[in-house]
């Protein structure tokens, strides 16, 4: 790490200053510069890799189809080779495969790295400089502060400077993990426990189309999906699962001998890792912020985080700007508090009760789920397109009324044992409080040491 490096010094080839700098070119940190840019600010953002590799590790993704209004990205047209379809509907399907249940929600499937590519040439329009082919190196360190970062391209060492420094780098977390402690951020690497590790097979469908599982569709139990691909014939046969690949192949084949799924031939395979833990306390140090898989911004039911994590940025995008200019010299943590407390308190508690509800989920046997699917309790197409939409469930007194009296009669019944019904009922209990809590994020810094220690005490209560 350089400490108080005068500008110019500590050997480096040249020294550029901006606004703000972004380390990673991903969906977060493009999206993020492409909203600053548009304020007029000066920012760079740097990526490892060069611009044709940049992207490269997914080839074809889902995203949600109202959130391009959302987030006033435009939407792929029609003939662009950037989009393969649009599908106005998913399904979630009960272990057996006997009942599903449709997801009334619309999304996009389309090729990765050509969007990313599209996100880039929007950032760059509205002014922001890409420097691809920039690893990162160091934080550069100024009075205790976050001041920029010490890169290499091509081969030659520089220092880039700037009042904010974005980690933005995906779930390697770059800068993030390489902050000193004096800085009080938690500098986590997430273990495999807090990883999903994804599993995707590209196939081909060997008999006639009319028996094929179309558009999104979810196996919760297994957390198995089948999404569209390249055509009609073909499709994407995924897994997530926390702690290993081998889990996620083990789901996959437990999945496979026990449900009726049609036959097929594997294409290709890909595989990656996407946060499945909770994100740092606070997102915001002195000089630094962090955004997306950097920052554990994922939906918990499913691990996907393009957009989930644009609700951070587009926040943090109007935060920074307002800060930018009212000030001057690199921001501080409580120059940008309000990102903090204007996430968590919303998307942020709901993603975090839901995350702590998920522990309580993974003890329901095949039978009991199945259970759940036959009586429409939460594995219903209400709140099945309400978690997708909304990121949360709410039950009036009444659908309240109705879960109990049906899992009353699944105990009476022994549909449902007593074992997982207290898991159940213990989970979304803790998983309200911690809810709550992050409803209660402090709207100042001098208010977070007691929130943080509330919250972890409420943590280890989830995880217990
Ligand atoms: C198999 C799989 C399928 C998925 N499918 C979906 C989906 O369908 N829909 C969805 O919403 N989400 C999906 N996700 C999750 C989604 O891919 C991520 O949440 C999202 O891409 C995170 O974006 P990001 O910008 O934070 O990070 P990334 O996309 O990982 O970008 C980080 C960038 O930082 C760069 N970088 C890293 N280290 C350095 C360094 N030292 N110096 C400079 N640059 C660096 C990297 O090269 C990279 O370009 C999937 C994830 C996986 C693994």
């Known amino acids: 790490m350089a400490e108080d490096l005068a500008a110019g010094a500590g050997g480096a080839d040249a020294t550029e200053r901006y606004d703000a700098l972004v380390v990673g070119a991903g969906t977060a940190g493009t999206y993020f510069a492409w909203r600053l840019a548009r304020e007029g600010f000066s920012i760079a953002v740097l990526d490892k890799d060069k611009r044709p590799e940049i992207g490269r590790r997914l080839d074809i993704f889902h995203l949600d189809s109202i959130r391009f209004a959302e987030f006033g990205v435009p939407e792929p047209g029609p003939d662009d080779e950037e989009l393969v379809a649009v599908h106005a509907c998913g399904k979630a399907h009960s272990p057996t495969g006997k009942v599903a249940k449709l997801a009334e929600y619309g999304f996009h499937v389309m090729r990765f790295p050509l969007f990313l590519r599209r996100l880039h040439g929007m950032a760059e329009e509205a002014g922001a400089r890409i420097m691809d082919g920039c690893a990162f190196r160091e934080p550069l360190m100024k009075g205790g502060k976050l001041a920029g970062v010490r890169a290499e391209r091509g081969g030659r060492e520089v220092e880039l400077r700037a009042r904010l420094t ?30 999903l590790y994804v599993v995707l097979r590209y196939i081909r469908w060997k008999e006639p189309r009319a028996l094929h599982p179309h558009g999104l569709n979810l196996w ?14 073909e499709a994407i046969l995924g897994v997530g699962q926390p702690g290993s690949y081998e889990n996620a192949e083990e789901a996959l084949r437990d999945f496979l001998q026990g449900t009726p799924f049609p036959p097929f031939e594997v294409v290709k395979t890909e595989k990656g890792v996407t946060p499945y833990r909770r994100p740092p306390f606070s997102l915001a140090g002195d000089g630094f912020l962090c955004l997306g898989d950097a920052a554990c911004i994922t939906k918990p039911f499913s691990g996907e985080g393009v957009t989930a994590a644009w609700t951070l940025c587009s926040i943090a ?69 309400a978690v997708n939409r909304d990121y949360e469930l709410r039950l009036s007194p009444w659908g309240s009324a109705r879960v109990a009296g049906w899992m009353a009669w699944g105990l009476f019944t022994r549909s449902f044992s007593a074992k997982s019904l207290r898991g159940l009922l213990g989970s979304l209990a803790v998983s309200e409080r911690i809810a709550r809590h992050y409803r209660a994020y402090p709207a100042d810094p001098d208010g977070f040491e007691p929130w943080r220690e509330r919250a972890l005490r409420l943590w280890r209560t989830a995880s217990s």
């Open 220 to 233: 919760p139990l297994h957390k198995v999906f089948c999404n569209p691909s390249f055509s009609e014939d």
């Open 166 to 195: 974005v980690d933005a780098s995906g779930v390697a977390a770059a800068l993030r993990t390489s902050l000193p402690d004096s800085m009080g951020l938690e500098t986590f690497r997430p273990g495999p426990d807090d990883l």
């Open 317 to 385: 995008a109007e935060e920074v700007a307002r800060a930018l200019r009212s000030g001057e010299g690199v921001l501080s943590r409580r120059d940008m508090w309000d990102i903090n407390t204007r996430y968590f308190r919303e998307q942020g508690a709901k993603f975090a009760g839901m995350l702590a509800q998920l522990s309580g989920a993974a003890g329901i046997s095949a039978e009991e789920m199945e259970y759940l699917f036959e009586k429409d309790i939460i594995f219903n197409s209400r709140d099945i397109t």
